[in-house]
């Protein structure tokens, strides 16, 4: 009989969610979720109650008790608490994003005003830091970068492999009208705002499909080589008029974002994320190759097309992320983790933890995405001069 992962969760509220439901559909491999752990002891008392799993008063505690430690908090937290576990022995999952920079500690932080050239010198040490003990460990990263799992996404994966393609242009969104964590929108908790919590996502599939195309015809990844970006605060303008439909209180971050990446080999890719977008969740990635054309729905897609005309009658259905309302015509998503690629995920994960190997989606691309996504920072701040990669 094969041994049992034991997994631990960290976090204990949206992420940590969809995280143990993805782990409750891994196949073929032995897994236990053992318990959780939370910085709140009700979050976590009524997260374990709910699933008659363990609450761990320390992550040390858990720690004790798992092989894998699941990272299901803030940004802020991800450093520390991976590089923790990896000095324990344990295989890490990190959830976007990866790490970045918090500040430097002091009461009067801003994330908009400080200088982003320090930012990114500190957030790739932080990256390295957390490589290096995974490497020092001899165990494995996850980087839960679900995109990289979603159906769309590994479908055009296999066409661009399978079709020999060129990538030429990628264009992709990932945006809603606000995160609900209270973490999020204050820098020294996020590390930053719509570009670091949002266009990760298509930034990442990016990445990965050139990595995919380079490793298909050339034998070796094709990276990122050049990012030019600006970023608005749309909500804090003195004359936006909220009619109470966006989340409006964001401290120190963005609430809009636009990257332009650059190539090795030339091509180019363009990534969108907002905090302004009504109607559900706007996730999707647009591929133009040299021989064929893909667009990538991940939310919404029109599995069903649904008309209700009054809201009550689906009061007890869920619809989409962030839809907002349930009246008129609606896309209800049968499988909503399934097509954000959230059980492929986890899937990887324990397959590749079970094997002691790196899953798809890795430290490396982890690390490529904190660097296009912080570089795109010092660009903002020169508004939108061109930044090289190093
Ligand atoms: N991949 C995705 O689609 C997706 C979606 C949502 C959130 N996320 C990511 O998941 C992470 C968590 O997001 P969330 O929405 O669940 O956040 P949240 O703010 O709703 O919950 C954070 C949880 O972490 C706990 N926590 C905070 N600091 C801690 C610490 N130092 N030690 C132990 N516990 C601590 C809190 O008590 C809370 O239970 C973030 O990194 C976020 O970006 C990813």
Redesign the pocket.
């Known amino acids: 009989m094969a041994k049992t992962i034991r997994v631990g969760l ?9 995280h143990w439901t993805g782990l409750g559909r891994v196949h073929g491999v032995n897994v236990e979720v053992v318990g959780v ?4 002891p009700e ?2 008392e009524a ?1 374990a109650l709910t699933r008659g799993i363990k609450s761990f008063d320390t ?1 040390e505690a858990l720690c004790g008790a798992v092989d894998v430690i699941d ?8 450093e ?2 991976a590089v923790a576990a990896f000095q324990r022995g344990k295989h890490v999952i990190i ?3 990866f790490t970045g920079f918090y500040g430097p500690g002091t009461q009067d932080f801003r994330g908009d005003t400080f200088s982003k050239e320090v930012m990114l010198r500190e957030a790739m040490a932080s990256c390295d830091r957390i490589l290096t003990a995974a490497r020092a460990a001899g165990k494995q990263l996850g980087y ?3 995109w990289v799992y979603a159906p769309a996404i590994t479908k055009e994966a296999e066409i661009v492999k399978k079709s020999g393609a060129q990538i030429l242009w990628m264009i992709g969104d990932e945006s809603h009208s606000g ?6 929108g204050i820098w020294k908790f ?1 590390g930053g705002g719509s570009l670091v ?1 949002k266009g990760c ?1 298509p930034l990442s599939a990016i990445l990965h499909l050139k990595r995919v195309e380079g490793e298909a015809t050339g034998g070796k990844a094709i990276r990122p080589a050049t990012v030019s970006a600006r970023t608005h605060e749309i909500t804090r303008l003195k004359n936006f008029r909220d009619a109470g439909f966006l989340r409006t209180n964001y401290e120190d971050i963005e609430d809009y974002g636009q990257v332009h990446v650059t190539f090795e080999d030339g091509t180019v890719a363009d990534v969108f994320s907002t905090e302004i977008v009504l109607g559900g969740v706007h996730n999707w990635l647009e591929v133009f190759a040299n021989n064929h054309r893909t667009r990538c729905n991940l939310n919404p897609v029109d599995a069903l097309v649904t008309y209700n005309p009054r809201e009550e009658f689906l009061k007890d259905v869920y619809v989409t992320e962030k839809i907002g309302t349930k009246q008129g015509w609606s896309n209800p998503a049968p499988d909503e983790d399934w097509q ?1 690629g ?1 059980p492929q995920e986890f899937q990887d994960f324990m397959t590749s933890f079970a094997a002691n190997r790196s899953p798809l989606s890795s430290g490396e691309l982890a690390r490529d995405t904190i660097a296009v996504l912080y570089s795109a920072y010092v660009s903002a701040e020169r508004r939108g001069a061109e930044v090289n990669l190093s």
Do not use: D, I, M
């Open positions: 960290v976090g204990a509220k949206f992420a940590a969610r969809f752990t939370a910085k709140s979050s976590r997260f992550f990272l299901c908090t803030p940004g802020s937290a991800h520390p608490l959830e976007k994003p839960a970068e679900n995160s609900h964590s209270p973490y999020y996020s919590g996502h954000h959230y």
